[in-house]
């Protein structure tokens, strides 16, 4: 499926050109299985070879980041902090979670949120999910477009020059890409350990070990 999405893709950058860039970057970050490290080479290949201008390309993908992360940003205005604590009052115990953990999230996000999102548009997989949190928490609409502006410019950069420089190769990014991705899901899945071990397992062995203490 993912090399039937790359393939489409390509179709529509060689086809639209910018506004093909824009699109595709668009949909890559609302539908996160379109893989930029697919589209962003592709249109620094063709900006290498003079079918499109390079400043232009990456000013098309950075826009398009924007519009894509907006889109993703109202959806979490919209789903709102008060469907969220419904949803934990209901269902978090089965995972451990509880309204004060949201309220924690929260703070950190408040004070994090421009440095959390321009953080976050670099690493692979989050790169469009932290738009969610930040409409939810309703973060200053201006700051959130400009550090968005920012990560995302890095980011795409970084992929239309890679592209560019390899040149007929562009294709062999999106296998570097992919090994960035390994620390980030070790890094997710260890987080989660870590809370669960707080959360459920340490506060049980502590009760135990203060009844097993002699008196």
């Known amino acids: 499926m993912l090399d039937g999405l790359a393939s489409?893709?390509?179709?529509?950058?060689?086809?639209?050109?910018?506004?093909?860039?824009?699109l595709m970057?668009?949909?890559?970050?609302?539908?996160?299985?379109?893989?930029?490290?697919a589209i962003l080479p592709l249109a620094g290949f063709l900006a290498g070879q003079g079918r499109m201008w390079l400043p232009g390309v990456i000013?098309?993908?950075?826009?398009?980041?924007?519009?894509?992360?907006?889109?993703?940003?109202?959806?979490?205005?919209w789903f709102g902090e008060k469907r969220i604590r419904w949803m934990v009052r209901?269902?978090?115990?089965?995972?451990?979670?509880?309204?004060?953990?949201i309220d924690t999230a929260n703070n950190w996000f408040d004070r994090h949120g421009g440095k959390a999102v321009m953080i976050c548009r670099l690493?692979?997989?989050?790169?469009s999910l932290v738009s969610i949190p930040a409409g939810i928490r309703r973060m200053d609409l201006r700051t959130f477009i400009l550090?968005?502006?920012?990560?995302?410019?890095?980011?795409?950069?970084?992929?239309?020059?890679t592209g560019w420089w390899l040149g007929d190769n562009w294709e062999e990014v999106s296998t570097y890409v992919d090994y960035l991705q390994y620390p980030v899901v070790i890094a997710v899945l260890g987080a989660v350990v870590w809370f669960l071990w707080k959360r459920k397992?340490?506060?049980?062995?502590?009760?135990?070990?203060?009844?097993n203490t002699p008196r």
């Open 90 to 101: 209901r269902y978090g115990k089965w995972f451990a979670v509880a309204e004060g953990d």
């Open 147 to 161: 550090y968005t502006a920012i990560g995302s410019g890095v980011w795409n950069s970084t992929l239309i020059l």
């Open 123 to 127: 690493i692979p997989i989050v790169r």
């Open 201 to 211: 397992i340490a506060p049980r062995r502590g009760v135990g070990a203060g009844m």
């Open 59 to 77: 000013l098309a993908a950075t826009v398009g980041a924007v519009i894509g992360a907006l889109i993703l940003y109202y959806f979490g205005a």
């Open 8 to 22: 489409w893709a390509t179709d529509v950058i060689e086809q639209l050109g910018y506004a093909g860039v824009v």
């Open 25 to 37: 970057i668009i949909l890559e970050n609302v539908f996160p299985p379109i893989p930029s490290e």
